[in-house]
């Protein structure tokens, strides 16, 4: 299963801004999306609400602003989010992140350690939160160098990668990271139970759906043919591998070729003849 897991929802987003959002996660053949507030609640009933929502499963989340870098907090039960001041999310820092999880449970993940699309970022000093339950490695912007720091910083704190679309991206760049999760997720809960059991890592999704399959065709579109029905024509010999590689003589490898960079005293085969002053270079 699929989840966008970093779907970052601007402020005083409205409803027909929220389903160009979630359009997109379709688009992008995502299962699902965690839609995660700047410093407070989501708009999760707007969400809920939306044309695209019984297509999706839908997780929310609150993005936790910090001198350096970003948390993201996954409660259990999104009702909680409902009943948290923004304050709470906006000046407590790493304690009253870690308090709010120690209260009402949930999974901490911290936002792209190596990105500074969003501000100061943690860089290496993401090594140093041992309390994490993931890291964000994939991300829409697809910054691979950053993305690779930050998988090396989950593995040396023993947590799952995660992917999502993140902060300072647009609808286009939804469904270039995601995260894969082993099993089919019924709720919210069983998205952070995933997490926290590391049934989760990222993805990079290298091509959108919608733009090799033409919708409701199951046919490719533009230059990409469908396959062929019926036995596939015999295979023709292809040069000297096939020739001589493949018949009785034996496996290829034992054979010299034009490619074989080894000197050739060390090919097998028969060796040239000697002469009487040493070998003969002129015979071959």
């Known amino acids: ?59 929310f989340g609150v993005e936790i602003p910090l001198n350096r870098g970003r948390l993201v907090w996954i409660p259990p039960d999104p009702e909680v989010l409902r009943g948290i001041d923004g304050p709470a999310f906006m000046d407590g820092g790493i304690e009253g992140a870690r308090a709010l999880r120690e209260r009402h449970g949930g999974a901490l993940v911290a936002s792209h350690p190596y990105d500074r699309a969003g501000g100061a970022p943690f860089v290496d000093g993401v090594m140093t939160l041992r309390f994490l339950d993931g890291v964000m490695a994939g991300s829409g912007a697809a910054d691979h160098t950053r993305n690779l720091m930050a998988c090396t910083a989950a593995q040396r704190l023993g947590v799952p990668t995660l992917g999502g679309t ?9 469904g270039a990271s995601a995260t894969a999760f082993v099993e089919t997720l019924s709720s919210q809960e069983a998205l952070v139970q995933a997490l926290l059991s590391k049934d989760a890592w990222a993805v990079e999704l290298l091509a959108r759906p919608d733009s090799w399959m033409s919708e409701g065709s199951g046919a490719a579109s533009e230059g990409r043919q469908p396959p062929r029905s019926g036995p596939s024509p015999e295979r023709r010999p292809q040069g000297r591998e096939d020739r ?18 080894r000197p050739r005293g060390h090919r097998p085969g028969p060796r040239p003849p000697r002469g009487p002053g040493g070998p003969d270079r002129g015979a071959r």
């Open 1 to 59: 299963m699929l989840v966008d897991l970093y779907l970052v929802m601007p402020r005083e987003i409205e409803g027909p801004g929220i389903d160009r959002l979630l359009e997109a996660c379709v688009e992008a053949g995502l299962d699902g999306a965690c839609l995660v507030g700047q410093g407070e609640c989501p708009p999760i009933e707007a969400a809920r609400r939306s044309r695209f929502a019984d297509r999706l499963f839908l997780a």
């Open 166 to 174: 993140g902060p300072g991206c647009d609808s286009a760049q939804v």
């Open 244 to 261: 001589r590689g493949r018949g009785p003589g034996g496996p290829s490898r034992d054979r010299p070729f034009r490619n074989d960079s």
